[in-house]
Nanobody, 130 residues
Framework: QVRLQESGGGLVQAGGSLRLSCDASGRTFSANVMGWFRQSPGKLRESVGA????????YYADAVKGRFTVSRADAKNTLYLQMDDLKPEDTAVYYC???????????????????????WGQGTQVTVSS
């Protein structure tokens, strides 16, 4: 059974940093696109960033460019999201996601689409205080 488990969320002051992890189990995702999404109360789930297989391509939403970094450790089957210079508007539940199809390369817009991904974690809460 495939499972994605996020961790590392919490409460942080504006300007601070957090590092989220997403541990995958049940299969390896080293050859698959993986990404991060977030959802704030009353808002639709939105893309944060994604990384292609072998870390060759990365995508970031405009709202987080220059502040967030997506990376992967394939040997650990783990995806990371380093978040720096956090702002109150970054407060949300953060979800990791994975594409079931190996070695796929998409256009940039596809990395930010929920439909690109087949597996989802349960989410971890990030709260940024002002």
């Amino acid at each position: 059974q495939v499972r994605l488990q996020e961790s590392g969320g919490g409460l942080v002051q504006a300007g601070g940093s957090l590092r989220l992890s997403c541990d995958a189990s049940g299969r390896t995702f080293s050859a698959n696109v993986m990404g991060w999404f977030r959802q704030s109360p009353g808002k639709l789930r939105e893309s944060v960033g994604a990384v292609g297989w072998s870390g060759t391509i990365a995508y970031y939403a405009d709202a987080v460019k220059g502040r967030f970094t997506v990376s992967r450790a394939d040997a650990k089957n783990t995806l990371y999201l380093q978040m720096d210079d956090l702002k109150p508007e970054d407060t949300a539940v953060y979800y990791c996601a994975a594409d079931r199809n190996p070695r796929r390369t998409y256009t940039e817009s596809h990395y930010g689409r929920q439909g690109t991904y087949d597996y989802w974690g349960q989410g971890t809460q990030v709260t940024v205080s002002s």
